[in-house]
Nanobody, 123 residues
């Protein structure tokens, strides 16, 4: 069992940066691939970024490459999402998820999900 708690969301202006954190409980964090997803009002959930258990491989939504960076600290049991040059269309609830199987996260599925953190970008 893995429990995930996101933090770091908030209200920012266009062009600002934010770093989201997702803290995982349990001693097996380093075994899990991790992902960030988001759901904007009236839209379907979409993948933001995923990272393998070791952190060696990452994958991003094409539209976000170059602005967002996913990373992890296995010693701290935390995965991060650095978001730069934020735009109003980045406004969404951001969720982190964990799964032992990396391709599941890339397919927008995962065994464990956090409760989400709201990011609002004003123009």
């Amino acid at each position: 069992q893995v429990q995930l708690v996101e933090s770091g969301g908030g209200l920012v202006q266009a062009g600002d940066s934010l770093r989201l954190s997702c803290a995982a409980s349990g001693r097996t964090f380093s075994m899990y691939a991790m992902g960030w997803f988001r759901r904007a009002p009236g839209k379907e959930r979409e993948l933001v970024a995923v990272i393998t258990s070791s952190g060696a491989t990452t994958n991003y939504a094409d539209s976000l490459k170059g602005r967002f960076t996913i990373s992890r600290d296995n010693a701290k049991g935390t995965v991060y999402l650095q978001m730069n040059s934020l735009k109003p269309e980045d406004t969404a609830v951001y969720y982190c998820a964990a799964d032992l199987y990396y391709p599941k996260l890339a397919g927008l599925k995962g065994d464990y999900w956090g409760q989400g953190t709201q990011v609002t970008v004003s123009s």
